[in-house]
């Protein structure tokens, strides 16, 4: 199970950090990443990051604003997103590949698309006002 927490409502320009924290499996062995989906949106790819926390890829928006990390002996990954603009209101879900899937190659597109990961979180809602 894939937890998300730290969304809620900020102004424009402000700052939050989600977390995502594995229950009951870890998440060392796999790429893990963010994505998020406002209404009438596709599910895009925000941020991800490999299994040896050596790589990560970030969406064009998120460039610069946002960072992704992950904390082994937590068993968690988090998203810092910095100067938040109307723009980024979405709910927002974590993502690993899951048991037998090997790391994903060192690809952006990979890292970035919602068919490479099949293990999901239910999500945590941001909402940014101007």
């Known amino acids: 199970q894939l937890e998300e927490s730290g969304g809620g409502l900020v102004q424009s320009g402000e700052s939050l950090r989600l977390s995502c924290v594995g229950s009951?499996?870890?998440?060392?062995?796999?790429?893990v990443a963010w994505f998020r989906q406002a209404p009438g949106n596709e599910r895009e790819g925000v941020a991800s990051?490999?299994?040896?926390?050596?790589?990560?890829y970030y969406a064009d928006s998120a460039k610069g604003r946002f960072t992704i990390s992950r904390d082994k002996s937590k068993n968690a990954v988090y998203l810092q997103m910095d100067n938040l603009q109307p723009e980024d209101t979405a709910l927002y879900r974590c993502s690993s590949r899951s048991q037998g899937q090997p790391p994903l190659p060192d690809d952006r597109d990979l890292f970035l698309s919602r068919k490479e990961f099949d293990f999901w979180g239910r999500g945590t809602q941001i909402t940014v006002s101007a």
């Open positions: 009951g499996f870890s998440l060392d062995p796999y790429n």
């Open positions: 990051i490999n299994h040896q926390n050596t790589k990560s």
